[in-house]
């Protein structure tokens, strides 16, 4: 049996890059819902601290989809003129040591309110392969998974099924 956080528990989330060095972490996010492969959470107004010590706020409500078998997470942004996606190719999401931990493998997708989307980072990507020295099978997960995560998007599949984050932030509102 492994070891998941507890509903409506506040816990940090901790992204790494390859080298095992952190990336980023958000201070703390509302644990919403656990499954066997899934762990969604809530946050708005969450400290986030950066690699480089630099530290802001989000500002906008967030619902995020942590997957323990997909390489990839998405976090759905609430905004005036709809939802936003943000999703990052990752290692899948483990929960170890009271945290939310994966390995951020740099390429984005970003998805607008009409579902058109953008691939970012390639050159973040590029870069990271070469000089982390990214194993050809990782590269080639990497690419895969964003291809699922395309057809996930075109098909309104899991986080991103209408009505979805707003279902998970209006149960936030609730708890608070």
């Avoid at 790494?16 to 919403?32: A, F, P, Q, S, T």
């Avoid at 107004?45 to 967030?62: N, Q």
């Avoid at 990782?138 to 599949?157: C, S, T």
Wanted: charged share 30%; proline share 5%.
């Amino acid at each position: 049996m492994k070891i998941q956080p507890s509903i409506d528990s506040n816990v940090p989330v901790h992204s790494y890059k390859h080298n095992g060095k952190i990336h980023r972490v958000w201070e703390k996010v509302r644990v919403m819902e656990v499954t066997d492969n899934v762990v969604i959470t809530a946050s708005n107004r969450t400290l986030v601290i950066e690699s480089d010590g630099r530290i802001w706020k989000t500002t906008e409500p967030a619902i995020s989809y942590f997957f323990d078998d997909l390489w990839f997470n998405v976090i759905a942004i609430l905004r005036a003129d709809g939802i936003h996606f943000y999703c990052n190719i990752s290692s899948p999401c483990v929960y170890n040591e009271g945290a939310l931990k994966y390995i951020d493998y740099d390429l984005d997708l970003k998805v607008f309110p009409n579902y058109s989307y953008k691939v970012l980072d390639e050159y973040e990507f590029a870069k990271h392969r070469r000089d982390m020295n990214y194993p050809e099978d990782v590269q080639k997960i990497v690419r895969a998974q964003l291809n699922k995560l395309i057809d996930m998007v075109h098909k309104k599949e899991g986080p991103f099924k209408p009505g979805f984050a707003k279902y998970w932030y209006d149960m936030y509102r609730k708890m608070k």
